[in-house]
């Protein structure tokens, strides 16, 4: 059977053979000692990881071999297989496209997007680091994942204004790139500012809660993280804009009358577009207070049951036009420009991150941490911040920070050390992972505008990845120990 890879694809036909020679190489020689089923995990996730980084395949189809190796290998039954396939993650994710489909349908999208340009102001630059900015303190009180949500339509339709100001074709794809990232990275580092920005906090937090009978304080994690988020945005700014991607853009008076040409064209909102940002708001403000309505104790709110009531409702209002015949915000044929290869890419890697998790691998990688690091503080921070941002690149970050969390702390009791010096760094480096789209749900948003390459994310996320590890390890060495402590002794 002849295989079709496109023209230069030299890369994507030597990971398509790389992947099965790993795998079977893996499988028979199993070089680390493992039991039979780890064995075979391990084998199965370097046979993934290859295809992934070498797009050996479309990413989505890659993500369905654990459905056929799973099963077939002894893994797990297909029942267990396929259920992280609808984990309740992806559904966040289908409600929030399908806001998104419906706020383009109606050309809500352009409208905010023209504002937000009017505002900013129309270089490139600007344009991106008010994205970054913004982003990143929504991200700060949402979770990270909604916050992109919230962001990915909006800055979709400010890439289609820019490019309609026939700007040069490589000016206009880096400009592209970096507002893409910028949303995905943005809403990750803004969400470890906080407790509540990003699950595993509120996982780490929880932890901590019942293993000590003790709260870590709001304030107390902001002064630590705060800084270290301030700084990771500064840091993508410069990376992505002055370093690696420049865009060049200047501002312009023809893109600025072009903008203001195409408000004007807009005219007033429309029916549809008010239904539809009304929608929009209530979803974002269930996002925002759900919380505090939880409190009450009515009923129990989560991000993915507000996504899809939100994404529900677009298909029950009317668009309320003379000429809409009776048809809704949103029709079912509308979804045909999903993305829903990006649910299938999320849902095989949650598979293979709970494969990784019942086979004892993560355990084994604690106890191979505490055995290689030793007692040096540093050199034990540094570690556990490395593998835990590298780790978080292939499986979900708060399943990471689930599993993790005893392992590290049984390594701080075990040296009697304060449990935070290990912990946080351990959290924070899980919400960093910026080199793939199944490192955490933001990355995978913005993978799937089809702005961005695989290979242009990893260069950028090693970076990012770099910067992060050396901002979480300073802090965590030097300020951490004065601001949150905890009295070991047990």
Known sequence: MKLNFSAGSATRIFSFWLGPVLFFLLLLLNPFGLDAKACKVVAIAALMITWWIGEALPMPAVALIPLVLFPLMDIATISKTAAPYANEVIFLFMGGFMIGLAIEKWNLHK?????????????????ILGFIL?????????????????????????????????IDQKKASAFSLCIMLSIAYASNFGGIATIIGTPPNVAYASFINKHYGQDISFAQWMV???????????????????????????????LKEMIHGNLRELGPMTVPEKRVMAVFLITAGLWITKDLINELKWFRLDDNMIAVSGALLMFVLPAGTREGNGKKLLEWDDTRKMAWGILLLFGGGITLANALQDAGLIELLGKGIARYSGTNLLLIIIVVTVVSIFMS??????????????????????????????????????????????????NAIVFASGHIQLKQMIRVGFVMNIVSIILIVLFSYFVLPHIMTLNVER
């Not at 409208?111 to 344009?127: E, F, H, Q, Y």
């Open 111 to 127: 409208r905010i997007a023209l504002n937000i340009v009017r505002i900013t102001g129309t270089s490139g630059d600007r344009i």
């Open 224 to 254: 630590v993280c705060t800084p270290i988020a301030i700084l990771l945005l500064i840091a993508l700014y410069i990376v992505m804009v002055k370093w690696l991607y420049p865009n060049r853009i200047a501002a312009s008076d023809e």
């Open 134 to 166: 913004s982003t990143g303190f929504i991200s700060m009180w949402l979770s990270n994942t909604a916050t992109t949500m919230m962001m990915f339509p909006i800055a979709a339709s400010v890439i289609s204004v820019v490019q309609a100001g026939k």
């Open 393 to 442: 690149e292939i499986m979900s970050n708060i399943a990471q920070v689930i599993v993790l969390a005893p392992v590290v702390t049984g390594i701080a009791e075990a040296l009697h050390m304060n449990p935070f010096i290990l912990g946080i760094p351990m959290t924070l480096a899980a919400s960093a992972a910026s080199m793939m789209p199944m490192g955490t749900p933001p």
